[in-house]
């Protein structure tokens, strides 16, 4: 089987001039897509026709050979660097055809672009792990530290400017070989925000804290405010700043590969609540007319749930499923918090506090902890499921743990106000 693989975790450490040519290429960028967007807003205002990729491709080699003063600087920039950001453009438009996408594309800022560029043919640069270096187009080698060794067939580079390093990623296709997941057993997982992921066997993934990092950036962002706009102090705080959100982005990330790599080896089968995180953590603010309730409160939740990386870790489970053998399913997550395992007793009333779950039924007073019954829940509700039967007819059998003791075996007693009204969202 071919796969995607792409390799993110090496620096470069280019010369003083070759990062200046860099962020020139970063500017270059932000002008052809903005001159662009200009021109077909205009066509669009004009009520004519989108210009559409391939003319504008036309359009920007002619922008290059221009001796015209205005855009003839964009001949010292590599030109596919350029394409790519056409080809964004266009696939930006497709998006907000389709309804993906809530807006059209925008201007790109100086203080908000993203400082990068993407080189898609395999020809114009050249890796060499060897003499730790990478030649790219217009710049020559650049020194390179490898952290990762690249397998496979390099098909395009990207170099970008995270707030503190230069990064190298390489996307590469590897063949892999078939391969049969070594465990036979089908797990779920319910997502929550005091535990990040609660499983149905037990395991309990807490969610990632970096109380000195965030402590730290609240401290630079509350000096930031007594310093002059753009003045260089207030350059030398931003760029702190920045290095600090890549230090958390690296801590998740970091703690998010190590946990999916061993769990991914125990189960054949992960289920997965299918959240649409946008919606679960859209604003409550409401409008001036209709001001939303316990705003505040809302958007702490929303704080806490963008934290948890959910999506993220789903998509590393996925992926690295997909390799062991195994797979990933998703289900939606309702109800799965109001069931009593028990007496199959459906009530709001069930879940009578963050993290207690105890049943309403008259007959019955069963006690659990909520998360721990969610995912007992989710377990239930994919084995009746039609693929679940399949799964358990072919020699799959289900991993649950016994959780009617009603412990809890985690001490977290924080709180969280109202989750239960953004999981009916
Ligand atoms: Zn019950």
């Given at each position: 089987?071919?796969?995607?693989?792409?390799?993110?975790?090496?620096?470069?450490?280019?010369?003083?001039?070759?990062?200046?040519?860099?962020?020139?290429?970063?500017?270059?960028?932000?002008?052809?897509?903005?001159?662009?967007?200009?021109?077909?807003?205009?066509?669009?205002?004009?009520?004519?026709?989108?210009?559409?990729?391939?003319?504008?491709?036309?359009?920007?080699?002619?922008?290059?050979?221009?001796?015209?003063?205005?855009?003839?600087?964009?001949?010292?920039?590599?030109?596919?660097?350029?394409?790519?950001?056409?080809?964004?453009?266009?696939?930006?438009?497709?998006?907000?055809?389709?309804?993906?996408?809530?807006?059209?594309?925008?201007?790109?800022?100086?203080?908000?672009?993203?400082?990068?560029f993407t080189e898609s043919d395999p020809a114009s640069f050249e890796i060499d792990e060897s003499n730790k270096r990478v030649r790219l187009p217009k710049l020559g080698w650049v020194k390179r530290r490898f952290t990762q060794h690249i397998e496979g067939k390099p098909n395009s580079v990207t170099v970008k400017w995270n707030g503190a390093r230069w990064i190298l990623s390489v996307q590469c296709k590897v063949e892999i070989a078939d391969s049969k997941h070594p465990s036979n057993t089908i797990v779920a997982g319910d997502f929550g925000v005091v535990r990040r992921v609660t499983f149905s066997d037990g395991v309990v993934v807490p969610p990632i804290d970096v109380p000195w990092e965030e402590n730290r950036k609240a401290f630079y962002q509350r000096t930031l405010k007594n310093k002059t706009k753009f003045s260089s102090n207030w350059k030398k705080v931003q760029q702190k700043i920045r290095k600090l959100d890549s230090r958390i982005a690296n801590i998740r990330k970091d703690k998010t590969h190590k946990f999916t790599s061993t769990y991914c080896k125990s189960h054949a089968v992960i289920v997965l609540g299918d959240l649409n995180i946008k919606s679960?953590?859209?604003?409550?603010?409401?409008?001036?007319?209709?001001?939303?309730?316990?705003?505040?409160?809302?958007?702490?939740?929303?704080?806490?749930?963008?934290?948890?990386?959910?999506?993220?870790?789903?998509?590393?489970?996925?992926?690295?499923?997909?390799?062991?053998?195994?797979?990933?399913?998703?289900?939606?997550?309702?109800?799965?918090?109001?069931?009593?395992?028990?007496?199959?007793?459906?009530?709001?009333?069930?879940?009578?506090?963050?993290?207690?779950?105890?049943?309403?039924?008259?007959?019955?007073?069963?006690?659990?902890?909520?998360?721990?019954?969610?995912?007992?829940?989710?377990?239930?509700?994919?084995?009746?499921?039609?693929?679940?039967?399949?799964?358990?007819?072919?020699?799959?059998?289900?991993?649950?743990?016994?959780?009617?003791?009603?412990?809890?075996r985690d001490s977290a007693s924080k709180q969280e106000p109202i989750e239960e009204a953004a999981q009916c969202a």
């Open positions: 089987m071919q796969v995607e693989k792409g390799f993110t975790d090496n620096w470069l450490q280019p010369t003083g001039t070759q990062e200046r040519l860099m962020r020139q290429y970063a500017g270059c960028k932000r002008f052809v897509s903005n001159r662009a967007l200009s021109i077909e807003q205009a066509r669009y205002r004009r009520g004519e026709k989108k210009l559409g990729s391939a003319q504008m491709m036309r359009e920007l080699t002619m922008w290059r050979n221009n001796p015209d003063p205005h855009s003839s600087f964009l001949k010292d920039v590599p030109v596919l660097a350029l394409q790519c950001v056409l080809w964004e453009l266009y696939d930006s438009y497709q998006r907000f055809f389709k309804g993906e996408q809530i807006h059209p594309p925008q201007f790109k800022r100086k203080s908000k672009a993203k400082v990068g679960l953590s859209a604003s409550a603010a409401g409008t001036t007319e209709k001001p939303g309730k316990k705003v505040k409160q809302k958007s702490r939740l929303n704080h806490a749930i963008l934290r948890q990386g959910w999506g993220e870790l789903g998509r590393l489970l996925e992926y690295k499923q997909l390799w062991a053998g195994g797979i990933v399913e998703y289900q939606s997550e309702a109800y799965s918090s109001q069931d009593c395992p028990k007496c199959s007793y459906r009530s709001p009333l069930n879940r009578n506090s963050q993290d207690m779950f105890e049943c309403v039924s008259p007959d019955c007073g069963f006690k659990a902890n909520s998360d721990d019954v969610a995912a007992a829940n989710q377990l239930r509700k994919f084995l009746s499921s039609n693929k679940g039967v399949a799964l358990l007819a072919s020699g799959y059998r289900a991993s649950v743990n016994s959780l009617w003791s009603g412990q809890s």
